[in-house]
C-alpha cells in the first residue's frame, strides 16, 4: 500500500503561534487530499481538503499547501489555541476509483499541544 | 442525534472469546467502513461495505468478518480474540465510495484483550 509520510509526530505550540505539520506522498494518481482532527476519545472528523489543481486553500484559520512538484503538503494552524489541541491526521486517495484503491490512506498523525 | 454510533463504547475480553461490535448510522450514507487505529494512533482500514456489498476487504485476519443487515448498520464479529487485537475500532459511514467523501466516525470502541 502507498504511504503517506507525516511529521513531526509530536508539536508544542505557544498559544497564538502558527502549528505547522508536513505530510509527503509517493503515489502520484492521488488527487484527494483531506485531513482530519482527532480530539481524545473521539473519532476523526474532517477538518479541510484539498485536490492539486490548487496550491493553497484557507478555512479560518486552518490552510493547506499543496506543492505537487515536491509530492508534499502542509498544514498551517494560524494563531494556535488550546482548543486546537488534538491529534491531526493527513490522508490521500485516488478518487473516481471504486475498491482499494478508492482507499483513505492515513499518515500516523501528529500530536498538536497548544500552551496557554 | 448522533450521526455514526458503535456500542459497546469499552469492550474487555480474555484470549480465545468471540466478540461484537455494532455501529448505525442515521446520515442515510451508502457506504460504510470499520478502522483499526493501535496504540501508536495509527489508522487502517478493514472492510468498507456499500449497499450491503463488500467491496473492500483488506489483509486482516478471517477471524475478523463484517456484517450488514441493511444500509445503516455494519457490525464487525470477531472470532478467537488475540492480544494483538487490542485496539480502538471505529465505524464510519460515507455518501458514496471512493476517497474524496467526507467520512464521518463513530466515537469508536476500545476493545482490550487480556
Known amino acids: 500500500q502507498q504511504q503517506v509520510k507525516q511529521s513531526p509526530q509530536s508539536l508544542i505550540v505557544q498559544k497564538g503561534g502558527i502549528s505547522i505539520i508536513n505530510c509527503a506522498y509517493e503515489?502520484?494518481?492521488?488527487?484527494?487530499f483531506p485531513w482530519y482532527q482527532q480530539f481524545p476519545g473521539k473519532g476523526p472528523a474532517l477538518l479541510i481538503a484539498i485536490r492539486p489543481d490548487v496550491s493553497e486553500k484557507k478555512e479560518g484559520r486552518f490552510t493547506i499547501s499543496f506543492n505537487k512538484s515536491a509530492k508534499q503538503f502542509s498544514l498551517h494552524i494560524m494563531d494556535s489555541q488550546p482548543g486546537d489541541s488534538a491529534t491531526y491526521f493527513c490522508?490521500?486517495?485516488?478518487?473516481?476509483?471504486?475498491?482499494?484503491?478508492?482507499?483513505?490512506?492515513f499518515g500516523k498523525g501528529t500530536k498538536l499541544s497548544v500552551k496557554p | 442525534d448522533t450521526a455514526v454510533s458503535q456500542t459497546p463504547k469499552y469492550l474487555v475480553t480474555q484470549m480465545g472469546n468471540d466478540k461484537s461490535i455494532k455501529c448505525e448510522q442515521n446520515l442515510g450514507h451508502d457506504t460504510m467502513y470499520w478502522y483499526k487505529q493501535d496504540s501508536k494512533k495509527f489508522l487502517k482500514i478493514m472492510f468498507s461495505y456499500n449497499n450491503k456489498e463488500l467491496i473492500i476487504n483488506e489483509t486482516v485476519p478471517n477471524r475478523f468478518s463484517p456484517k450488514s443487515p441493511d444500509k445503516a448498520h455494519l457490525n464487525l464479529h470477531i472470532n478467537s480474540l488475540e492480544l494483538g487485537d487490542s485496539a480502538v475500532y471505529f465505524c464510519a459511514s460515507s455518501p458514496g465510495t471512493g476517497g474524496s467523501y467526507e467520512q464521518y466516525f463513530g466515537p469508536g470502541t476500545r476493545l482490550t484483550v487480556t
Open positions: 490522508a490521500a486517495s485516488v478518487t473516481n476509483y471504486g475498491g482499494s484503491q478508492g482507499n483513505l490512506i
Open positions: 503515489n502520484t494518481a492521488f488527487d484527494y
